[in-house]
């Protein structure tokens, strides 16, 4: 079966610009998550969507940040304006069983806000 | 709330030799998944091996292994027979045995294996 495809893989803008990453999750599977990832620490939960309907934004900062799942497929993440500190890789990973933990993760997007 | 602690940042071995990554986590749930997953500089995240908690027995995939300690909270992985293919940064990582339940990281440690 194809991945979690990601776009783009790399993106550099300046501070206070705007910025979007897309996720095509694995057919068939349910939820979607975007995880933030900080050189040199773990993945950390943005936002997980069940269909197209958000789960869990709590950790999402929603004034700088949105995302949308259209039509429960296709996921958009998008910055607006940027900030030095969200320089990180965003990754994306979608499951199909909720409970068994098997998450399929694509191979993310480095933003470098300069 | 969930906490992972991955205490070794960075650790290295010789090929063919075996290593240990520690991980300890601090959960008041009962049921959980605890993984291991592994992040080459391709960024991909793939999963090395995974253990439901309500399970006694150690889970083992080919040359992965862990030691499951309940009691005392730890989860470290066992890597055999170490391969260059290896080196890469592995994160533990921890799920609550609910629907929709999100994955909650360590920091990693970063694990080089010398030829």
């Known amino acids: 079966e194809a991945g979690v495809a990601q776009s783009p893989r790399y993106k550099i803008i300046e501070k206070r610009q705007s910025v979007a990453f897309w996720c095509n999750p694995i057919s068939g599977h349910a939820t979607l998550y975007w995880y933030q990832q900080i050189l040199g620490q773990g993945p950390k939960l943005l936002i997980q969507?069940?269909?197209?309907?958000?789960?869990?934004d709590s950790q999402l900062p929603k004034d700088r940040f949105s995302a949308e799942r259209l039509k429960g497929v296709d996921s958009t993440l998008k910055i607006q304006p940027a900030k030095l500190e969200d320089s990180a890789v965003y990754l994306c990973?979608?499951?199909?069983?909720?409970?068994?933990?098997?998450?399929?993760f694509g191979s993310g997007t480095r933003l470098t806000v300069v | 709330a969930q906490t992972v602690t991955q205490s070794q940042p960075e650790m290295s071995v010789q090929e063919a030799e075996t290593v240990t990554l520690s991980c300890t986590y601090d959960t008041s749930e009962s049921n959980y998944y605890l993984f291991w997953y592994k992040q080459p500089p391709s960024r991909q995240m793939i999963l090395v091996i995974r253990?439901?908690?309500?399970?006694?027995q150690n889970a083992t995939e080919n040359r992965f292994s862990v030691n499951f300690q309940k009691a005392a909270k730890s989860f470290s992985l066992k890597i055999s027979d170490s391969q260059l293919g290896d080196t890469a940064m592995y994160f533990c990582?921890?799920?609550?045995?609910?629907?929709?339940?999100?994955?909650?990281f360590g920091e990693g440690t970063q694990l080089t294996v010398n030829p």
């Open positions: 990973a979608s499951s199909l069983d909720l409970t068994n933990g098997g998450y399929t």
């Open positions: 969507f069940q269909n197209n309907g958000v789960v869990d």
């Open positions: 253990q439901e908690a309500y399970k006694q």
């Open positions: 990582a921890f799920m609550k045995y609910a629907s929709g339940s999100r994955l909650t």
